[in-house]
Nanobody, 126 residues
């Protein structure tokens, strides 16, 4: 079992920045690729980005490429999502998730993630 707890969400104006954190406990953090997803009201949960076990490979959704950055600190069992140039359409609940199946790569597919946090709300005002 891996427990994931997101933090850092909040209300920000368009063009602003936020950094989300996801703290993991339980099994060895470096055994998991980590992903970020988001879900806006009335919409399906969608992939934001993911980082491989050692951080050597990072993949982003086109909608956030160039604005968001994912990093991880395996010594602190934490993955981060730095969000910049935020837009109102980035408003959503953001979730981190752990993936034990992708080896040294990453996945954008929800069903390949084994563990999920409870989410943190990000609201971007116009």
């Amino acid at each position: 079992q891996v427990q994931l707890v997101e933090s850092g969400g909040g209300l920000v104006q368009a063009g602003g920045s936020l950094r989300l954190s996801c703290a993991a406990s339980g099994r060895t953090f470096s055994n998991y690729a980590m992903g970020w997803f988001r879900q806006a009201p009335g919409k399906e949960r969608e992939f934001v980005g993911a980082i491989s076990r050692r951080g050597g490979y990072i993949y982003y959704a086109d909608s956030v490429k160039g604005r968001f950055a994912i990093s991880r600190d395996n010594a602190k069992n934490t993955v981060y999502l730095q969000m910049s140039s935020l837009k109102p359409e980035d408003t959503a609940v953001y979730y981190c998730a752990a993936d034990a199946r992708s080896g040294n790569g990453v996945s954008s597919l929800l069903y390949e993630y084994d563990y999920w946090g409870q989410g943190t709300q990000v609201t971007v005002s116009s």
